[in-house]
Each structure stands twice: as structure tokens, then as C-alpha cells.
């Protein structure tokens, strides 16, 4: 985790995580084994802070707010399309190009296995450093990126393989470029191609889930978020800008109410099937466990969805996304008792 970066509400385990991170650091220049046994003399107290630092952690993400959910989900230490890869996908072999014009950096394609099962991994992809984030234009994708999403999609449909999305954007890209090459009549072609792909496919929203960006890659059998992911139609910001014509902390905070996109916001709104716990504190404290809860998540789905005819896939997907909506209304009349009205 980045010593530099703290989150405001945070701030009252800094003090703790500082003395954990100067009681396991080594004594300057002392020899090999001697920080092992200084370290032991006082493991009680390590042990102590740690179970402080635990608790506080728990008792605070326990009470996120929406805005600060936001936050928690672009921290620059959350693990990324590639961390998880690296972490449980075996065998991973990356396929580049959209046959059409180029290689776009934003979005990962590639043949590889979780568990025991073969199948095709697309994700976002933000990257780590300043020069990566450039190349990943921050993860927003361009038209290229998402014809080679169904490109791959479309192969994996041929292979018989299932699909698995991992889904970390804060919208796609609105250069003037992109716009040229079509980048909405991509992720259009996306949601259409996908909704009858005859293959499972399961979408994790692992960080940010904004807008077409999102849904371009997420249209599946299964949608979860992982616990402090945000998933919406338009990022607080973008909301902020348009209701209140600023953004600052003031409107984002009530714009991120209003959205109604943490996890169990889109739980209770059937927007998605269920939420990936994270690790106490976020998963960018433990890449490990995160990826671990993920994995074993996923693997899950596939196994539930495995021998499953593809008529019944497409037909129950359709019907997933077509009841999306859904309100009940109360009439003029219902207010004295009457029955309610089903609208869409």
C-alpha cells in the first residue's frame, strides 16, 4: 500500500499503521536473522496493533458513505484487470487488435484458465504508473477497444468457451477521435452482439462501473461488484456538472447519494446478482485476499452455469436485462386501497 496516499476518513489508523510499519522494518544494518528475533520479543504488540488497526478499519468501512465509496474504488493501489490476472488466471495468453484499426491499451483480452475451467478474460485496464494511466488513457476505452472485446467475445463463443469481464472505468473515452471512429455505435453493436452470444458469461464491476463504458463489456448471465465498487449510469462529477453546474466535494457527495451506486444500492435494485466482499479495508490493503474472494466467486458462477443449453443462456439473459426498470406505480384511485400498476 502507498505510504503517501490516505484516504480523509482514514486518517485515524495512520498513527497505527505508521508503528506496525516501524515494528517490522529491520534495525539499520543489522545482519540477517536479527529482525526476525527483535521482532518476536514484541510479536504481542504487533499483534495488538494490527487487531487495533483491524478494528478501526472495520468500524469505518462499515459506515461509507457513497462519495467516499467513489474514492475507495480509484485509489491508486486498488488491484487492476492485470493484478487479478497475475494473481489467478493460469496460462493467461493476451490477444491484441480489432482488425480494423489498432490495439487499444484499455481493454485486456486473453485466453486462460480459473480453476478448472477455460475461458476468455476481458477487463478494463487504468494502469499503475503515470506513463501507463497515459497509454490506458485511464482506463476509458476507445471504438477499438470494444470491437476487439466482441471480437475475442465472438471467438470465445466458437471455441465454446465461457466469458469472464472485469469491469474498472469511469466511462469510455470522449475524444473527438474516438467519436470519429464510432465509439458509441461500438459499444451499441457490444450490447446487442453480447446480449445473444451462446456461451456463459459472468461481469465483475471491480472498480469503477461508469456509464456505456461500463455496460460495453458487462452484458451477462451473471454482475456482480465487489463490495466497494461504484456502479452507475454517469460518474458523480459528470452528475454534479450537469444538476448543479459545479462539482465539488459538497455536490459529488450529494450527487453520489442520489445515483444510488454503491453495491448494495445496485443489489437492492436488481441491477446486479450479488457483491464480492473485499478484504477489512479495501482490497487495496490485501491484493491477495481480494483476489482470492474474487476467483473463488467466479468460479462459482461458471460452475453453476456450466451444461447449461445456449438457448436457455440467451433467453434467461434477455429476460435479466428486459425487466431491469421495473417500478410500481400507485394510481389515483390505489391511494384508497386500490391495487398497484406495473410500469417499465
Known amino acids: 500500500m502507498s505510504t503517501f496516499y490516505t484516504l480523509d476518513f482514514e486518517k485515524p489508523v495512520t498513527e497505527i499503521e505508521r508503528q506496525i510499519r516501524d515494528a517490522e522494518r529491520p534495525p539499520p544494518g543489522a545482519p540477517a536473522g536479527v529482525a526476525e528475533v527483535d521482532r518476536s520479543v514484541d510479536q504481542a504488540g504487533l499483534d495488538s496493533l494490527r487487531a487495533e488497526r ?65 475461458c476468455l478474460v476481458v477487463g478494463h485496464q487504468k494502469g499503475r504508473t503515470t506513463q501507463e494511466r497515459i497509454a490506458c488513457h485511464f482506463g476509458c476505452a476507445h471504438p477499438e477497444g470494444y470491437r476487439k472485446a466482441l471480437l475475442k467475445m465472438q471467438l470465445a463463443e466458437k471455441m465454446g468457451i465461457p466469458i469472464v469481464t472485469l469491469v474498472d472505468t469511469p466511462g469510455a473515452y470522449p475524444g473527438l477521435g474516438a467519436e470519429q471512429r464510432g465509439q458509441a455505435e461500438a459499444i451499441a453493436v457490444n450490447l446487442r452482439e453480447m446480449s445473444r452470444l451462446r456461451t456463459p458469461i459472468v461481469s465483475v464491476v471491480i472498480g469503477e462501473g461508469g456509464s456505456g463504458g461500463a455496460l460495453g463489456i458487462a452484458v451477462a448471465d451473471r454482475v456482480a461488484m465487489m463490495q466497494y465498487a461504484w456502479y452507475s449510469v454517469i460518474s458523480p462529477e459528470g452528475c454534479a456538472a450537469i444538476l448543479w453546474k459545479q462539482a465539488n466535494e459538497t455536490t459529488n457527495a450529494a450527487a453520489a447519494i442520489a445515483l444510488n451506486l454503491t453495491a448494495e444500492d445496485n443489489l437492492r435494485n436488481g441491477i446486479i446478482d450479488d457483491i464480492v466482499p473485499e478484504p477489512v479495508g479495501g482490497s487495496h490493503r490485501d491484493r491477495q485476499q481480494a483476489a482470492e474472494n474474487l476467483a473463488s466467486w467466479i468460479a462459482d458462477q461458471l460452475d453453476q452455469l456450466a451444461g447449461t443449453p445456449a438457448d436457455e443462456l440467451v433467453q434467461a439473459r434477455y429476460e435479466r436485462f428486459r425487466k431491469l426498470g421495473d417500478v410500481a406505480e400507485l394510481t389515483e384511485a390505489s391511494q384508497g386501497g386500490a391495487s398497484e400498476v406495473a410500469t417499465e
Open 54 to 118: 483491524d478494528r478501526i478499519l472495520a468500524e469505518l468501512y462499515s459506515k461509507l458513505d457513497p462519495w467516499d465509496t467513489v474514492r475507495v474504488s480509484r485509489h491508486p493501489d486498488r488491484p487492476q484487470t492485470r493484478d487479478y490476472i497475475e494473481h489467478f488466471v493460469r496460462d493467461f495468453t493476451e490477444l491484441h487488435g480489432d482488425r480494423r484499426f489498432g490495439d487499444d491499451p484499455a481493454i485486456i483480452t486473453g485466453l486462460g484458465r480459473i480453476g478448472h475451467h477455460k
